[in-house]
């Protein structure tokens, strides 16, 4: 095994057939330079995309306010009452880094992605697939969301937006494809 850049040090290896293996969370130097501290960010939605965000701006220093339908409400297709829900596969494909999914992947790594840290925590054999155990995948992205001192978690439907936002307290929908009809 061997780290693929030396700013990374030991935080994520890479096996002889290219695929990535469990590390480290490395650390990542980005700053939000446009928000201040104080500053609050609504995300509505806690899938994968949402989740993520929510993350991210948290973990750079933003107040994230994060609206969650579950456990008030799910979609046909939800099965669950946890954040970051894999309802059709437990597969993110392959996991090699040979092509832009794996690499991807790693990029998300080298940000301090929170979908891919739980996801090697998680991850379970699957040939050249990444694949984790969504018993334990959904419930630690859950746990992490709620335990994030930045992140206020919020479970309610949301049914319209805001007429006028406040161009002080931007929002970002990530519903994704299980948004209900409200």
Known sequence: HG?????LGQSCAESRDGALDRGQQPSHGFA???LESSALVTVVGAGLAGSECAWQLAERGV?????EQ???RRTPAQQSDFFAELV????FRGAGLANAVGLLKMEMLRAGSLIMQVGLE???PAGGAFAVDRERFGPEVTRRLHEHPRIEVVCEEVDALPKAPDAHTPWVIATGPLT???
Do not use: I
């Not at 059709?88 to 597969?91: A, K, M, P, T, Y």
């Open 3 to 7: 780290s693929l850049s030396p700013a």
């Open 180 to 182: 209900t009809d409200a």
């Open 88 to 91: 059709c596969s437990n597969s």
């Open 63 to 67: 107040n994230v306010r994060l609206l």
């Open 122 to 124: 998680t991850r379970v």
């Open 70 to 72: 579950k456990p008030k």
């Open 32 to 34: 939000m330079s446009n």
